[in-house]
């Protein structure tokens, strides 16, 4: 009897030790188990028709620094006539968006329907003259931004669409395409640091040479410029003046002041605004004017916190250590990657 006793004190022995042993390895596994990563923001570029003629490797420059911030995937959406790619043509088909048709002249496109619901952020590079986009994808860009999306207005984007109401709202402020007083007010930073909202007549949008000219930053705690020094300089670039628009549910980051002995005006222009359209978020960027004012790396950080924010409401990178001062100005040259390499 006490051999029988014995032998089944030992086999519950050895079954309450094989559960011991499985309950450690869950309680291993469970702690050291690595959250799964989140699924890369999804971006979109739109372009086609640009006044300026970087657009085409300007949008391949900005897909580049997106993707390389391992936050971004990168798709770009064309109108099927383009204009003014000549000069940068090589870079068309590296955008892999299929054949288009470079026209002397801007010309519509019945097709152009980008799936906008489908994007985080959506990037214009359209400029100047560009072919309006047909009523229903307008109708469908001011439901996605409505409804929460995000928005970049890069550069020459606000000279874009003047007709456009909707689209005027969300960039807040445009130049050039007969833009008047009938638009809105002129924004700017007086040289004594007072913003002025003025509804005087005159055209919509000037700039002086390209040149080297100083940022200050109007909001230091936003997520965008949280960081940046108070006064930090540009590459070679324009320093857009005499912006007018509806200005409504806007801030201005940072504004520009022209230099070059030749500027439109005597103040501080709006250079990087931050808007909200319904429940999407807007970033507004003027700078960007040729390649050489991409690589700016004031232009490539502002940028990229921009987009963020504008997908997310946050901004989770940082200053790079190569940010421009009030006395340097830096930048990085860009070579386009082939497949990421």
Not at 165 to 189: A, C, F, H, Q, S
Not at 244 to 271: F, I, Q, W
Request: aromatic share 12%; charged share 25%.
């Amino acid at each position: 009897m006490k051999f029988l006793l014995y032998l089944v004190l030992y086999l519950l022995s050895l079954d309450l030790s094989a559960h011991s042993g499985r309950l450690d390895k869950m309680d291993t596994s469970k702690h050291h188990h690595e959250p799964k990563r989140k699924a890369p923001l999804k971006a979109l570029i739109v372009d086609g028709q640009n006044n300026h003629a970087v657009w085409p490797k300007a949008t391949l420059m900005m897909k580049q620094y997106l993707e390389e911030t391992g936050l971004f995937q990168v798709a770009i959406y064309r109108t099927r006539f383009t204009w003014g790619a000549e000069r940068e043509k090589e870079y068309l088909p590296l955008a892999g968006v299929g054949a288009t048709t470079d026209l002397e002249n801007p010309q519509h496109d019945p097709d152009f329907a980008p799936m906008f619901k489908n994007y985080d952020v959506v990037i214009s590079n359209f400029g100047w003259k560009a072919a309006d986009w047909p009523e229903d994808t307008q109708k469908a860009f001011e439901e996605y931004m409505s409804s929460g999306g995000g928005f970049v207005s890069f550069h020459a984007a606000n000279n874009s669409f003047p007709d456009w109401l909707e689209y005027n709202k969300m960039i807040g402020l445009g130049g050039w395409g007969d833009r008047t007083e009938k638009d809105g007010p002129y924004v700017y930073y007086t040289n004594e640091g007072e913003l002025v909202r003025d509804p005087s007549p005159g055209k919509g949008g000037a700039h002086g040479p390209s040149h080297i000219f100083p940022i200050t930053i109007r909001e230091k705690d936003h997520p965008i410029t949280r960081g940046m020094p108070k006064v930090w300089l540009t590459t070679k670039d324009e320093c857009y003046s005499q912006l007018r628009g509806p200005a409504e549910n806007m801030t201005v980051l940072a504004t520009g002041k022209d230099v070059s002995g030749k500027a439109p005006t005597d103040r501080h222009e709006p250079m990087l605004m931050v808007l909200d359209y319904g429940k999407g978020r807007v970033f507004h960027t003027t700078l960007g004017h040729d390649d050489f004012s991409i690589e700016s790396v004031g232009f490539i950080t502002s940028f990229l916190r921009g987009a963020e924010w504008a997908a997310t409401g946050k901004v989770t990178q940082p200053i790079p250590d190569d940010f421009p001062t009030a006395e340097n100005s830096t930048s990085r040259d860009f070579k386009w990657k082939i497949d990421g390499q």
